[in-house]
Protein backbone atom coordinates (compact mmCIF):
# COMPACT_ATOMS: atom_id res chain seq x y z
CA UNK A 1 0.00 0.00 0.00
CA UNK A 2 1.60 2.88 -1.33
CA UNK A 3 -0.68 5.43 -2.80
CA UNK A 4 -0.75 8.01 -0.87
CA UNK A 5 0.43 11.65 -0.84
CA UNK A 6 1.61 11.92 2.97
CA UNK A 7 0.60 15.19 3.62
CA UNK A 8 1.87 14.64 7.55
CA UNK A 9 5.29 14.21 6.36
CA UNK A 10 6.10 17.29 4.25
CA UNK A 11 8.19 18.84 3.49
CA UNK A 12 10.11 15.26 2.96
CA UNK A 13 7.21 14.35 0.84
CA UNK A 14 7.06 17.57 -1.25
CA UNK A 15 8.88 15.89 -3.63
CA UNK A 16 8.82 12.18 -3.35
CA UNK A 17 5.97 9.72 -2.20
CA UNK A 18 6.53 8.84 0.89
CA UNK A 19 7.53 5.05 0.93
CA UNK A 20 9.98 6.14 -0.98
CA UNK A 21 11.73 8.32 2.05
CA UNK A 22 14.92 7.33 3.00
CA UNK A 23 15.69 6.88 6.82
CA UNK A 24 19.09 6.81 7.79
CA UNK A 25 20.38 5.80 4.43
CA UNK A 26 17.18 3.49 3.58
CA UNK A 27 14.10 3.48 2.01
CA UNK A 28 10.93 2.55 4.08
CA UNK A 29 9.50 0.48 1.30
CA UNK A 30 12.83 -1.38 0.97
CA UNK A 31 12.85 -2.63 4.05
CA UNK A 32 9.40 -3.99 3.50
CA UNK A 33 10.62 -6.16 0.79
CA UNK A 34 13.48 -7.01 1.77
CA UNK A 35 11.59 -8.57 4.81
CA UNK A 36 9.44 -10.31 2.57
CA UNK A 37 12.20 -11.53 0.56
CA UNK A 38 14.17 -12.53 3.44
CA UNK A 39 11.04 -15.16 4.76
CA UNK A 40 11.12 -16.40 0.57
CA UNK A 41 7.81 -14.56 -0.42
CA UNK A 42 7.96 -13.72 -3.96
CA UNK A 43 4.81 -12.43 -5.13
CA UNK A 44 4.87 -8.53 -4.22
CA UNK A 45 2.17 -5.79 -5.51
CA UNK A 46 2.74 -2.42 -4.71
CA UNK A 47 -0.09 -0.56 -5.04
CA UNK A 48 0.86 3.78 -6.00
CA UNK A 49 -0.82 7.32 -7.04
CA UNK A 50 0.71 9.85 -5.74
CA UNK A 51 4.17 10.40 -8.10
CA UNK A 52 3.96 6.81 -8.98
CA UNK A 53 6.42 7.42 -12.17
CA UNK A 54 8.97 7.28 -8.81
CA UNK A 55 8.17 3.97 -8.22
CA UNK A 56 8.42 2.97 -11.71
CA UNK A 57 12.14 3.73 -11.68
CA UNK A 58 12.48 2.30 -8.80
CA UNK A 59 10.75 -1.20 -9.46
CA UNK A 60 13.18 -1.44 -12.20
CA UNK A 61 15.59 -2.41 -9.44
CA UNK A 62 13.36 -4.75 -7.37
CA UNK A 63 12.83 -8.08 -9.35
CA UNK A 64 9.76 -9.65 -8.39
CA UNK A 65 7.68 -6.45 -7.81
CA UNK A 66 4.42 -5.99 -9.50
CA UNK A 67 2.74 -1.89 -9.33
CA UNK A 68 -0.96 -1.81 -9.20
CA UNK A 69 -1.98 2.24 -10.01
CA UNK A 70 -4.50 3.14 -8.04
CA UNK A 71 -6.18 5.97 -9.88
CA UNK A 72 -8.40 6.92 -6.50
CA UNK A 73 -5.55 8.08 -4.29
CA UNK A 74 -6.38 11.71 -4.24
CA UNK A 75 -9.88 11.42 -3.88
CA UNK A 76 -10.92 8.49 -1.81
CA UNK A 77 -9.42 6.97 1.76
CA UNK A 78 -6.72 3.59 1.53
CA UNK A 79 -9.79 1.09 0.90
CA UNK A 80 -9.65 2.53 -3.10
CA UNK A 81 -5.86 1.21 -2.94
CA UNK A 82 -7.11 -2.47 -1.90
CA UNK A 83 -10.07 -2.34 -4.06
CA UNK A 84 -7.83 -1.82 -6.73
CA UNK A 85 -5.57 -4.68 -5.66
CA UNK A 86 -8.21 -6.89 -4.85
CA UNK A 87 -7.90 -10.10 -7.42
CA UNK A 88 -4.66 -10.61 -5.06
CA UNK A 89 -6.11 -11.35 -1.70
CA UNK A 90 -6.57 -14.72 -0.33
CA UNK A 91 -2.97 -16.50 1.28
CA UNK A 92 -1.94 -12.98 1.36
CA UNK A 93 -0.10 -10.26 3.77
CA UNK A 94 -1.46 -6.53 3.31
CA UNK A 95 1.30 -4.24 4.65
CA UNK A 96 2.03 -0.25 4.31
CA UNK A 97 5.01 0.43 2.41
CA UNK A 98 5.84 3.28 4.36
CA UNK A 99 6.98 1.72 7.27
CA UNK A 100 10.03 -0.04 8.69
CA UNK A 101 10.48 -3.30 9.33
CA UNK A 102 13.19 -4.17 11.63
CA UNK A 103 13.24 -7.21 12.46
CA UNK A 104 12.14 -9.50 9.41
CA UNK A 105 10.59 -12.19 11.82
CA UNK A 106 7.25 -10.32 11.86
CA UNK A 107 6.82 -10.92 8.44
CA UNK A 108 6.70 -14.93 8.64
CA UNK A 109 4.45 -16.61 6.21
CA UNK A 110 3.49 -19.41 7.80
CA UNK A 111 0.09 -18.81 9.26
CA UNK A 112 -3.48 -20.20 9.64
CA UNK A 113 -5.77 -17.55 10.65
CA UNK A 114 -6.51 -14.08 9.44
CA UNK A 115 -4.94 -11.37 11.72
CA UNK A 116 -2.90 -8.50 12.47
CA UNK A 117 0.64 -8.30 14.26
CA UNK A 118 0.30 -5.93 17.18
CA UNK A 119 2.19 -4.96 20.31
CA UNK A 120 0.83 -5.04 23.83
CA UNK A 121 0.61 -1.79 25.79
CA UNK A 122 -0.26 -0.95 29.34
CA UNK A 123 0.08 2.65 28.28
CA UNK A 124 -2.21 5.61 26.90
CA UNK A 125 -2.24 4.99 22.82
CA UNK A 126 -3.99 7.07 20.07
CA UNK A 127 -3.25 4.29 17.97
CA UNK A 128 -5.86 1.83 16.90
CA UNK A 129 -6.22 -0.51 19.87
CA UNK A 130 -7.65 -4.24 19.99
CA UNK A 131 -9.07 -6.21 22.79
CA UNK A 132 -8.78 -10.03 22.40
CA UNK A 133 -9.80 -13.38 24.58
CA UNK A 134 -7.73 -16.26 23.74
CA UNK A 135 -5.48 -14.64 20.69
CA UNK A 136 -9.16 -13.78 18.94
CA UNK A 137 -9.93 -10.05 18.32
CA UNK A 138 -13.50 -9.01 20.14
CA UNK A 139 -13.05 -5.61 19.59
CA UNK A 140 -11.31 -2.79 18.71
CA UNK A 141 -11.02 1.01 19.46
CA UNK A 142 -9.82 3.68 16.25
CA UNK A 143 -9.15 6.85 18.85
CA UNK A 144 -6.92 4.22 20.80
CA UNK A 145 -6.79 3.44 25.09
CA UNK A 146 -5.08 1.42 27.27
CA UNK A 147 -4.21 -1.87 28.35
CA UNK A 148 -4.80 -3.08 25.10
CA UNK A 149 -3.18 -4.48 21.67
CA UNK A 150 -2.14 -1.87 19.79
CA UNK A 151 -2.28 -2.88 15.66
CA UNK A 152 0.30 -2.53 13.39
CA UNK A 153 -0.26 -2.23 9.39
CA UNK A 154 0.76 -6.14 9.21
CA UNK A 155 -1.77 -8.33 8.52
CA UNK A 156 -2.27 -11.58 7.20
CA UNK A 157 -5.49 -13.23 4.79
CA UNK A 158 -6.34 -17.08 4.39
CA UNK A 159 -7.58 -17.63 1.31
CA UNK A 160 -11.46 -17.99 2.23
CA UNK A 161 -11.44 -14.65 4.65
CA UNK A 162 -9.07 -12.98 1.89
CA UNK A 163 -12.20 -13.88 -0.65
CA UNK A 164 -14.52 -12.46 1.86
CA UNK A 165 -12.49 -9.43 1.84
CA UNK A 166 -12.75 -8.98 -2.20
CA UNK A 167 -16.57 -9.09 -1.54
CA UNK A 168 -16.38 -6.93 1.07
CA UNK A 169 -14.60 -4.10 -0.30
CA UNK A 170 -16.53 -4.16 -3.50
CA UNK A 171 -19.81 -3.85 -1.71
CA UNK A 172 -18.76 -1.07 0.00
CA UNK A 173 -16.51 0.56 -2.03
CA UNK A 174 -18.63 0.42 -5.30
CA UNK A 175 -21.54 1.06 -2.80
CA UNK A 176 -19.86 4.37 -2.41
CA UNK A 177 -18.71 4.20 0.75
CA UNK A 178 -14.95 5.50 -0.14
CA UNK A 179 -13.25 7.55 2.28
CA UNK A 180 -12.65 4.66 5.27
CA UNK A 181 -9.63 2.99 6.22
CA UNK A 182 -9.62 -0.77 4.30
CA UNK A 183 -9.01 -1.77 7.69
CA UNK A 184 -12.67 -0.64 8.16
CA UNK A 185 -14.02 -2.94 6.05
CA UNK A 186 -13.67 -6.23 8.06
CA UNK A 187 -13.20 -4.61 11.84
CA UNK A 188 -16.12 -2.49 11.60
CA UNK A 189 -18.52 -2.78 8.24
CA UNK A 190 -18.57 -7.10 8.61
CA UNK A 191 -17.06 -7.60 11.94
CA UNK A 192 -19.36 -10.70 12.58
CA UNK A 193 -18.12 -12.46 8.98
CA UNK A 194 -14.36 -12.69 10.47
CA UNK A 195 -12.67 -13.96 13.87
CA UNK A 196 -9.29 -12.00 13.48
CA UNK A 197 -6.34 -13.30 15.36
CA UNK A 198 -3.27 -11.27 17.09
CA UNK A 199 0.08 -12.01 15.79
CA UNK A 200 2.05 -10.50 19.02
CA UNK A 201 5.24 -8.67 18.24
CA UNK A 202 7.82 -5.99 19.92
CA UNK A 203 7.53 -2.59 19.74
CA UNK A 204 10.99 -2.17 18.13
CA UNK A 205 9.76 -5.00 15.19
CA UNK A 206 8.36 -1.86 13.46
CA UNK A 207 8.14 1.50 13.50
CA UNK A 208 5.75 3.27 11.72
CA UNK A 209 6.36 6.64 10.91
CA UNK A 210 3.39 9.54 10.54
CA UNK A 211 4.41 12.49 10.33
CA UNK A 212 7.52 15.07 10.20
CA UNK A 213 8.43 15.28 13.47
CA UNK A 214 8.68 11.58 14.14
CA UNK A 215 11.00 11.20 10.61
CA UNK A 216 12.98 13.88 12.29
CA UNK A 217 13.38 11.67 15.67
CA UNK A 218 14.51 8.52 14.03
CA UNK A 219 16.90 10.45 11.24
CA UNK A 220 18.17 14.13 12.80
CA UNK A 221 19.71 14.83 9.15
CA UNK A 222 16.00 15.87 7.78
CA UNK A 223 16.38 18.40 11.05
CA UNK A 224 17.40 21.11 8.49
CA UNK A 225 14.42 21.08 6.86
CA UNK A 226 11.85 23.25 7.95
CA UNK A 227 8.37 21.42 7.87
CA UNK A 228 5.02 23.26 6.43
CA UNK A 229 2.38 24.67 7.91
Request: aromatic share 10%.
Amino acid sequence: MAAGIGQRMRPATSTVPKPLIKVNGVRMIDSVVDALQFNGIRSIYVVTGYLKEQFEDWAKHRPGVRLIENPYYDSCNNISSLYMAREYLGDCMILDGDQLILNPAVLDPRFTRSGYSAVWTEEETEEWLMQAEDGIVTSCSRTGGKRGWQLYSVSRWTKEDGEKLRRHLEQEFEGGNRQIYWDDVAMFCHPEDYELGVYPMQKDDVKEIDSFEELIQLDPTYSKEEPEQ
